[in-house]
C-alpha cells in the first residue's frame, strides 16, 4: 500500500467516527438512546438495515462464493422481499401499536417475564457471537494478506466502533451507517467498472458473460429438492423466507433500525425499500465475483489464494508436490489462452466443452493443492484456512487494483465491519439493558441511569466482541458462518414470535418448555449435519426449528391443565 492508500482509508475510518461521535452525542432518555427518537426517515432505515446485514463479510466472501461457485447464492436471499412483507403486515404495526423499546418486550405482555427473558438470550448467545465473527472476518484475511498483526486489527475495529455506538447509540448507528453505505457503493461500482476495462480489448462485458456461462457460473435458479445442494429455489423460498422473518422481524439488531422510524408509515417504508434493493445488492456483488472469475481466466492466479496457507505448505516436505501443482496450474492457463482466443472470436460447443474441461482441471489441481496445505498444517500443527474463497476478492483488489483505489475499497470492508458491528452492539446492550438488567434486577430507576448502563453495557458487549474476534477460528466460509450461526437459533425464535401473533389460546408455560426443547434439538440436528449423519442444509433449521417450537407448543397445552396468565399484551 502507498501513502495516498493509507491517507484514503485513514481519513475515510476516522471522518465516519468523529461525525457519528459530534452528530449525535449528549441522549438523556431511553427513547434518545434506543430509539433514536423516533427521527428517523424511510430511507435512512432502508440503508441502515441493509448496512446492518451487509457486513465486512459480505464483500469479503461474496465475491469469493461467485468465483467459485457462480451466481446461485443469490437464491439465499429469494425470501427477503416475501418476509418484508409479512414483517410489514404483521411485525411492525403490532411493535408500532404497543410502542416497544425492544422486539422481546411483547413476549411479556403475551406471556410472562421468563418468555422474554429466554427468547431475549437466545438472541444476546447467537448475536454477541456474530459481532465478534464480524469484526473477526476481515480482520484475519488483512492481517494474513497485509502482513498486519490480527490481534492489534481486531482491537483497532472494535474500539472504533465502541466509541461513536457508546456516545451515539442508535441515532449514532443509522447516521454512520449512511456515510457507510455511500463508501460501500461507491467502492464497488469502482472495482466492477475496473475489472471491466482490465479484460482484453476485445472482451466486451457480453463476451465476459458468454465466458462465465460457459463455465457454468451464470446458473442462478436450481429447482432441485437435493439436500446435498444448500442453495435452490426451495431452500431460498421457504428457509430463506423464515430466515429472513426471525432475522428482520424478531432480531432486535434489525428491528431497533426500523423502530427509530417517525411513524409507521416510514417504519415500513423503509422495510420495503430494503426489501426491493437487497436482492438486487447481493445479485451486483455476486456479479463482481463473476468478473472476478472472468479477469482470472487471463490472468494467473494464486493456486490457493490465502497467503498464509501457501507459505505454510512451500515450507514443508510437501513442497515439492505443490510446485508441481502450480506448475500444472500454468499449463492449464496457457492452454485455456488460446481455447479463449478461438471462443471470443468464434464460439462453439467443443471450445465451451474444451474451456469446461480445463476450468475443471484447474479446480481439482486447486483440490489437491488444499489437501497438502492440511497435511502440511497438520504436521506442524497448526490451524491453516485451506478454504479460499473469502481471500479472492482482497487478493484482486491488492494486486490489480491502482494506487488510491486500494485504500478506498481497504475502506469499504472497514466499513461495512464497523457498520454492521455498531448495530449489533447497540442492540446487544439494548436487550441487556432492557430486557434483562431493567426488568429482572433493577426495574425503578432513572430514565439517566438506565441510559448510562445501556451505554456501560455496550462497552462490555464491544469489549466481549474483541475477545471472540481474538480466539476464533474460521471453519467456514465467512458469508456462510455467519448465516449457520443465526439458523440455529432463529427458527426457534421466530416460532415463539408467530405463536405470541397468532395462536392466542397458547399459554406461557408450554412456550417456554417447547423454546428450551426447541434450542436442544436444533443444536443436535446441527451438529448431526456437520458429522454428515443426517442431510439438513442450515437454511432448513429455520423452517424447522419454527415449526418445531409451534408444534410442541400445542402438544404440550393439550396435554397440561391450562396456566392461568393473562395475555393482555395482543389480545
Known sequence: MELIDWLILSFTLIGIVVYGTLKTRGSKSVKDYVRGGNQAKWWTIGLSVMATQASAITFLSTPGQAFHDGLGFVQFYFGVPIAMVIICMVFIPIYHKLKVYTAYEILEGRFDVKTRSLTATFFLMQRGIAAGITIYAPAIILSAVLGWNLNILNIIIG????????????????????QQMAVIFTGMFIAFFAILHFLPEDITFQKAMDIAAANGKMNILDYSFDLDNRYTMWSGLIGGTFLALSYFGADQSQVQRYLSGRSMKEMQMGMIFNGLMKVPMQFFILLVGIMVFVFYQFNLSPLNFNPSADKVVKESIYAEEYLDLEKEQIAIFQQRQETLTEYATSPSNSLKEELVTLNLKERQA????????????????????????????????????????IGLLLAVILSAAMSSTASELNALASTTALDIYRRNYVPNQTQQHYVRMTKWFTFGWGI???????????????????????SVFYGNILGI?????????????????????TQIMLFTLFILEQYEIIKLPYLWLNFVGCVIVIVLAHVLQAIKKPDNLKSPGLE
Open 159 to 178: 474500539l472504533l466502533v465502541i466509541i461513536y455506538t457508546v456516545s451515539g447509540g442508535t441515532r449514532a448507528v443509522s447516521v454512520t451507517q449512511k
Open 366 to 405: 486447486r483440490d489437491n493443492a488444499k489437501n497438502l496445505i492440511d497435511k502440511a498444517a497438520k504436521d506442524k500443527l497448526l490451524d491453516v484456512e485451506t478454504n479460499d474463497k473469502d481471500y479472492v476478492f482482497i487478493h484482486f483488489i491488492l494486486n490489480n487494483m491502482p494506487r488510491g483505489i
Open 464 to 486: 466481549l466482541a474483541i475477545i471472540v474476534a481474538c480466539v476464533a477460528y474460521l471453519a467456514e466460509n465467512l458469508i456462510e458462518l455467519v448465516n449457520i450461526i443465526g
Open 497 to 517: 414470535f408467530l405463536l405470541a401473533f397468532f395462536f392466542k389460546k397458547i399459554k406461557a408455560n408450554p412456550v417456554f418448555v417447547s423454546a428450551i426443547i
